[in-house]
Protein backbone atom coordinates (compact mmCIF):
# COMPACT_ATOMS: atom_id res chain seq x y z
CA UNK A 1 0.00 0.00 0.00
CA UNK A 2 1.18 3.25 -0.54
CA UNK A 3 2.12 5.36 2.51
CA UNK A 4 1.83 8.85 0.68
CA UNK A 5 0.27 10.84 3.18
CA UNK A 6 -3.38 11.66 3.42
CA UNK A 7 -3.25 15.02 3.66
CA UNK A 8 -4.72 17.58 6.05
CA UNK A 9 -8.60 17.32 7.10
CA UNK A 10 -11.32 18.43 4.83
CA UNK A 11 -13.44 21.63 5.87
CA UNK A 12 -16.43 20.90 7.95
CA UNK A 13 -19.67 20.96 5.80
CA UNK A 14 -23.34 20.80 6.72
CA UNK A 15 -24.09 18.78 10.05
CA UNK A 16 -27.36 17.85 9.67
CA UNK A 17 -26.95 15.42 6.68
CA UNK A 18 -29.49 12.60 7.37
CA UNK A 19 -33.00 11.32 8.04
CA UNK A 20 -33.88 8.41 9.87
CA UNK A 21 -37.44 7.14 8.74
CA UNK A 22 -37.25 4.28 10.78
CA UNK A 23 -37.85 6.61 14.40
CA UNK A 24 -41.17 6.77 15.99
CA UNK A 25 -43.55 9.88 16.06
CA UNK A 26 -42.47 10.03 20.17
CA UNK A 27 -39.39 9.57 19.63
CA UNK A 28 -35.64 11.89 18.76
CA UNK A 29 -36.09 14.51 16.75
CA UNK A 30 -33.95 13.93 13.47
CA UNK A 31 -32.52 15.85 10.74
CA UNK A 32 -32.35 16.14 6.63
CA UNK A 33 -30.12 13.54 5.10
CA UNK A 34 -27.57 15.00 2.30
CA UNK A 35 -27.18 10.81 1.56
CA UNK A 36 -30.12 9.40 1.97
CA UNK A 37 -29.38 6.88 -0.22
CA UNK A 38 -25.73 6.16 1.25
CA UNK A 39 -24.85 2.66 1.18
CA UNK A 40 -22.77 1.28 4.14
CA UNK A 41 -19.97 -0.83 2.28
CA UNK A 42 -16.96 -2.39 4.07
CA UNK A 43 -13.75 -1.34 2.47
CA UNK A 44 -11.27 -4.11 2.36
CA UNK A 45 -8.00 -1.78 3.60
CA UNK A 46 -4.71 -3.04 4.21
CA UNK A 47 -1.73 -1.00 5.77
CA UNK A 48 2.43 -1.23 5.70
CA UNK A 49 3.14 -1.25 9.16
CA UNK A 50 7.01 -2.23 8.34
CA UNK A 51 8.04 1.80 8.91
CA UNK A 52 5.78 2.61 11.88
CA UNK A 53 8.16 3.76 14.29
CA UNK A 54 7.11 3.24 18.32
CA UNK A 55 5.73 7.01 19.18
CA UNK A 56 4.31 7.63 16.06
CA UNK A 57 3.84 10.83 17.30
CA UNK A 58 6.95 12.39 17.28
CA UNK A 59 8.35 13.20 20.33
CA UNK A 60 4.86 12.31 22.55
CA UNK A 61 4.68 9.38 24.08
CA UNK A 62 1.70 9.98 26.13
CA UNK A 63 -0.51 11.14 22.71
CA UNK A 64 0.85 8.26 20.64
CA UNK A 65 -0.31 5.87 24.07
CA UNK A 66 -3.59 7.82 24.62
CA UNK A 67 -4.63 6.83 20.63
CA UNK A 68 -2.92 3.30 20.70
CA UNK A 69 -5.52 2.19 23.82
CA UNK A 70 -8.16 2.47 20.14
CA UNK A 71 -5.50 -0.69 19.08
CA UNK A 72 -5.94 -2.51 22.23
CA UNK A 73 -9.98 -1.83 23.05
CA UNK A 74 -10.88 -2.26 19.21
CA UNK A 75 -10.54 -5.59 17.89
CA UNK A 76 -12.22 -7.59 20.74
CA UNK A 77 -14.97 -4.73 20.97
CA UNK A 78 -15.89 -4.95 17.32
CA UNK A 79 -15.80 -8.82 17.00
CA UNK A 80 -18.69 -7.89 19.67
CA UNK A 81 -20.52 -5.86 17.91
CA UNK A 82 -20.59 -8.13 14.31
CA UNK A 83 -21.68 -10.98 16.88
CA UNK A 84 -23.99 -9.10 18.80
CA UNK A 85 -25.60 -7.61 15.19
CA UNK A 86 -26.01 -10.57 13.70
CA UNK A 87 -28.32 -12.11 16.47
CA UNK A 88 -30.33 -8.86 16.34
CA UNK A 89 -30.63 -9.08 12.82
CA UNK A 90 -33.49 -11.64 12.63
CA UNK A 91 -35.28 -8.92 14.74
CA UNK A 92 -35.33 -6.12 12.46
CA UNK A 93 -38.42 -5.72 10.25
CA UNK A 94 -37.33 -2.41 8.59
CA UNK A 95 -35.41 -3.70 5.16
CA UNK A 96 -33.47 -0.14 4.78
CA UNK A 97 -32.57 -0.60 8.36
CA UNK A 98 -31.32 -4.30 7.92
CA UNK A 99 -29.74 -3.27 4.63
CA UNK A 100 -27.42 -0.54 7.30
CA UNK A 101 -27.27 -3.52 9.74
CA UNK A 102 -25.53 -5.55 7.14
CA UNK A 103 -23.15 -2.60 6.29
CA UNK A 104 -22.46 -1.89 9.31
CA UNK A 105 -21.65 -5.30 10.52
CA UNK A 106 -18.92 -5.76 7.57
CA UNK A 107 -17.09 -2.72 8.30
CA UNK A 108 -16.70 -3.32 11.63
CA UNK A 109 -15.54 -6.18 10.75
CA UNK A 110 -12.42 -4.87 8.64
CA UNK A 111 -11.81 -2.65 11.82
CA UNK A 112 -10.99 -5.24 14.21
CA UNK A 113 -8.70 -6.26 11.81
CA UNK A 114 -6.93 -3.46 10.45
CA UNK A 115 -6.12 -2.73 14.64
CA UNK A 116 -5.16 -6.38 15.12
CA UNK A 117 -2.44 -5.73 12.97
CA UNK A 118 -1.13 -3.02 15.13
CA UNK A 119 -1.30 -4.80 17.94
CA UNK A 120 1.26 -7.92 15.80
CA UNK A 121 3.43 -4.84 15.72
CA UNK A 122 3.82 -3.79 18.93
CA UNK A 123 4.67 -7.36 20.07
CA UNK A 124 7.50 -7.26 17.54
CA UNK A 125 8.92 -3.74 19.06
CA UNK A 126 8.81 -5.17 22.31
CA UNK A 127 5.65 -3.99 23.83
CA UNK A 128 3.44 -7.21 24.46
CA UNK A 129 0.14 -5.93 24.85
CA UNK A 130 -1.34 -9.42 25.39
CA UNK A 131 -1.71 -9.03 29.25
CA UNK A 132 -4.28 -5.98 28.68
CA UNK A 133 -6.16 -7.56 25.72
CA UNK A 134 -7.11 -11.01 27.78
CA UNK A 135 -8.87 -8.10 29.93
CA UNK A 136 -10.33 -7.06 26.96
CA UNK A 137 -11.33 -10.48 25.99
CA UNK A 138 -13.03 -11.39 29.35
CA UNK A 139 -15.09 -8.38 29.22
CA UNK A 140 -16.45 -9.26 25.65
CA UNK A 141 -16.48 -12.88 26.12
CA UNK A 142 -17.62 -13.56 29.20
CA UNK A 143 -19.23 -10.10 30.79
CA UNK A 144 -20.99 -8.93 27.95
CA UNK A 145 -21.60 -12.23 25.89
CA UNK A 146 -25.00 -13.71 24.80
CA UNK A 147 -26.37 -15.96 27.00
CA UNK A 148 -27.51 -19.66 26.08
CA UNK A 149 -29.74 -19.78 28.86
CA UNK A 150 -32.00 -17.24 28.33
CA UNK A 151 -34.72 -17.61 25.78
CA UNK A 152 -38.00 -16.14 25.23
CA UNK A 153 -38.67 -12.55 26.38
CA UNK A 154 -35.54 -12.83 29.06
CA UNK A 155 -33.08 -13.45 25.85
CA UNK A 156 -34.05 -10.41 23.96
CA UNK A 157 -34.26 -7.79 26.75
CA UNK A 158 -30.59 -9.28 27.35
CA UNK A 159 -30.19 -8.82 23.51
CA UNK A 160 -31.60 -4.92 23.40
CA UNK A 161 -29.27 -4.50 26.52
CA UNK A 162 -26.48 -5.39 24.54
CA UNK A 163 -27.20 -3.31 21.23
CA UNK A 164 -28.12 -0.24 24.05
CA UNK A 165 -24.37 -0.43 25.26
CA UNK A 166 -23.69 -0.58 21.66
CA UNK A 167 -25.12 2.41 20.84
CA UNK A 168 -23.34 4.12 23.52
CA UNK A 169 -20.08 3.38 22.88
CA UNK A 170 -20.53 4.09 18.77
CA UNK A 171 -21.93 7.64 19.85
CA UNK A 172 -18.43 7.96 21.53
CA UNK A 173 -16.56 6.40 18.21
CA UNK A 174 -18.33 9.04 16.02
CA UNK A 175 -17.17 11.75 18.42
CA UNK A 176 -13.87 10.46 18.08
CA UNK A 177 -14.16 10.42 14.38
CA UNK A 178 -15.81 13.52 13.88
CA UNK A 179 -12.27 15.03 15.76
CA UNK A 180 -9.66 13.06 13.85
CA UNK A 181 -11.28 14.25 10.08
CA UNK A 182 -10.61 17.54 11.99
CA UNK A 183 -7.30 17.62 13.98
CA UNK A 184 -5.06 19.63 11.76
CA UNK A 185 -2.96 19.57 14.66
CA UNK A 186 -1.80 16.04 13.81
CA UNK A 187 -1.06 17.01 10.77
CA UNK A 188 1.23 19.84 12.14
CA UNK A 189 3.24 17.53 14.49
CA UNK A 190 4.14 14.95 11.84
CA UNK A 191 2.06 12.06 12.81
CA UNK A 192 3.09 8.74 10.94
CA UNK A 193 1.01 8.76 7.50
CA UNK A 194 0.13 5.73 7.35
CA UNK A 195 -1.42 5.68 10.99
CA UNK A 196 -2.84 9.38 10.33
CA UNK A 197 -4.53 7.16 7.11
CA UNK A 198 -5.69 4.29 9.26
CA UNK A 199 -7.24 6.83 12.10
CA UNK A 200 -8.86 9.08 9.56
CA UNK A 201 -10.12 6.06 7.70
CA UNK A 202 -11.75 4.45 10.50
CA UNK A 203 -13.11 7.52 11.74
CA UNK A 204 -14.72 8.56 8.72
CA UNK A 205 -16.40 5.01 8.43
CA UNK A 206 -18.01 6.06 12.42
CA UNK A 207 -19.04 8.46 11.14
CA UNK A 208 -20.74 7.32 8.01
CA UNK A 209 -22.56 4.22 10.03
CA UNK A 210 -22.83 6.54 13.34
CA UNK A 211 -26.92 6.37 13.06
CA UNK A 212 -27.19 2.54 12.48
CA UNK A 213 -26.44 1.19 15.99
CA UNK A 214 -28.94 3.72 17.66
CA UNK A 215 -31.57 3.10 15.06
CA UNK A 216 -31.05 -0.75 15.51
CA UNK A 217 -31.95 0.66 19.56
CA UNK A 218 -34.89 2.60 18.59
CA UNK A 219 -36.13 0.00 16.57
CA UNK A 220 -36.01 -2.90 18.99
CA UNK A 221 -36.79 -0.16 22.09
CA UNK A 222 -37.40 3.39 22.21
CA UNK A 223 -37.20 3.44 25.81
CA UNK A 224 -35.47 6.88 27.33
CA UNK A 225 -35.01 5.13 30.37
CA UNK A 226 -32.68 2.13 28.55
CA UNK A 227 -30.56 4.73 26.44
CA UNK A 228 -29.85 6.61 29.84
CA UNK A 229 -29.23 3.81 32.14
CA UNK A 230 -26.55 1.84 29.40
CA UNK A 231 -25.12 5.53 28.73
CA UNK A 232 -24.39 6.07 32.38
CA UNK A 233 -22.68 2.75 32.61
CA UNK A 234 -20.75 2.57 29.23
CA UNK A 235 -19.24 6.18 30.05
CA UNK A 236 -17.61 5.50 32.98
CA UNK A 237 -16.49 2.30 31.90
CA UNK A 238 -14.57 3.26 28.74
CA UNK A 239 -13.25 6.16 30.64
CA UNK A 240 -12.08 4.28 33.10
CA UNK A 241 -10.73 1.45 31.13
CA UNK A 242 -9.13 3.90 28.97
CA UNK A 243 -6.70 5.06 31.40
CA UNK A 244 -5.65 1.92 32.42
CA UNK A 245 -5.26 1.40 28.85
CA UNK A 246 -2.88 4.39 28.33
CA UNK A 247 -0.93 3.25 32.32
CA UNK A 248 -0.63 0.19 31.07
CA UNK A 249 1.43 0.95 27.47
CA UNK A 250 3.18 3.58 29.01
CA UNK A 251 4.38 1.13 31.83
CA UNK A 252 5.14 -1.37 28.88
CA UNK A 253 6.85 0.71 26.58
CA UNK A 254 10.75 -0.58 26.50
CA UNK A 255 11.88 2.76 25.47
CA UNK A 256 10.31 4.45 27.93
CA UNK A 257 11.69 2.20 30.99
CA UNK A 258 9.30 3.78 33.17
CA UNK A 259 10.51 7.35 33.58
CA UNK A 260 7.25 8.50 31.67
CA UNK A 261 4.22 8.79 33.35
CA UNK A 262 0.51 9.71 31.80
CA UNK A 263 -1.28 12.64 33.55
CA UNK A 264 -4.27 14.21 33.15
CA UNK A 265 -2.25 17.63 33.11
CA UNK A 266 -0.23 15.93 29.88
CA UNK A 267 -3.49 15.22 27.91
CA UNK A 268 -4.83 18.60 28.90
CA UNK A 269 -1.40 20.14 27.19
CA UNK A 270 -1.86 17.80 24.67
CA UNK A 271 -5.35 18.58 23.91
CA UNK A 272 -4.10 21.80 23.71
CA UNK A 273 -1.56 21.36 21.29
CA UNK A 274 -4.57 19.63 19.26
CA UNK A 275 -3.05 16.20 19.41
CA UNK A 276 -5.71 14.57 21.36
CA UNK A 277 -9.55 15.55 21.70
CA UNK A 278 -10.48 18.28 24.50
CA UNK A 279 -12.06 17.07 27.14
CA UNK A 280 -14.90 19.70 26.94
CA UNK A 281 -15.44 18.16 23.82
CA UNK A 282 -15.75 15.22 24.42
CA UNK A 283 -17.91 16.19 27.89
CA UNK A 284 -20.18 18.16 25.45
CA UNK A 285 -20.79 15.73 23.04
CA UNK A 286 -22.01 13.46 25.78
CA UNK A 287 -24.53 15.74 26.64
CA UNK A 288 -25.92 15.78 23.74
CA UNK A 289 -26.57 12.25 24.04
CA UNK A 290 -28.83 12.26 27.38
CA UNK A 291 -31.31 14.91 25.53
CA UNK A 292 -34.42 13.08 24.79
CA UNK A 293 -34.47 14.38 20.77
CA UNK A 294 -31.64 13.02 20.15
CA UNK A 295 -30.18 11.40 17.07
CA UNK A 296 -26.56 10.79 15.93
CA UNK A 297 -26.88 13.17 12.79
CA UNK A 298 -26.72 16.03 14.62
CA UNK A 299 -23.36 15.24 14.89
CA UNK A 300 -20.66 15.28 12.45
CA UNK A 301 -20.85 15.06 8.43
CA UNK A 302 -21.54 12.78 6.16
CA UNK A 303 -20.56 14.63 3.59
CA UNK A 304 -16.73 15.16 4.92
CA UNK A 305 -17.00 11.55 5.61
CA UNK A 306 -17.48 10.29 2.26
CA UNK A 307 -15.07 12.75 1.04
CA UNK A 308 -12.13 11.60 2.90
CA UNK A 309 -13.20 8.11 2.31
CA UNK A 310 -12.79 8.74 -1.68
CA UNK A 311 -9.07 10.08 -1.05
CA UNK A 312 -7.87 7.97 1.96
CA UNK A 313 -5.01 6.74 0.21
CA UNK A 314 -5.80 2.98 1.95
CA UNK A 315 -9.37 2.99 0.85
CA UNK A 316 -8.79 3.86 -2.97
CA UNK A 317 -5.74 1.07 -2.96
CA UNK A 318 -8.65 -1.17 -1.57
CA UNK A 319 -11.07 0.17 -4.55
CA UNK A 320 -8.35 -0.75 -7.06
Request: zero cysteines; glycine letters at 8%; charged letters at 25%.
Amino acid sequence: MSSAPPGPPLPRRDRLDRRSTRTPARGPAVRADEHHDLALNPRDVRFDWSRLPMHWVPQEPMATHTMNVLHLLLPEGERWFVRTFREALPLVTDERLREDVIGFIGQESVHAEAHQGVLDLLLAKGLDPAPFVRQVEWLFHRVLAGREDLTGSAGREHLIERVAIIAAIEHFTAFLGDWVLNAPGLDRAGVDPVMLDLLRWHGAEEVEHRSVAYDLLVHLDPSYLRRMRTMAVTGPVLTWMWVRGVRFLMLADPGLEGRVRPTWRGYVQASRRGLLPGLTGAARSAAQYVKPRYHPTQEGSTGQAVAYLARSPAARAAAR
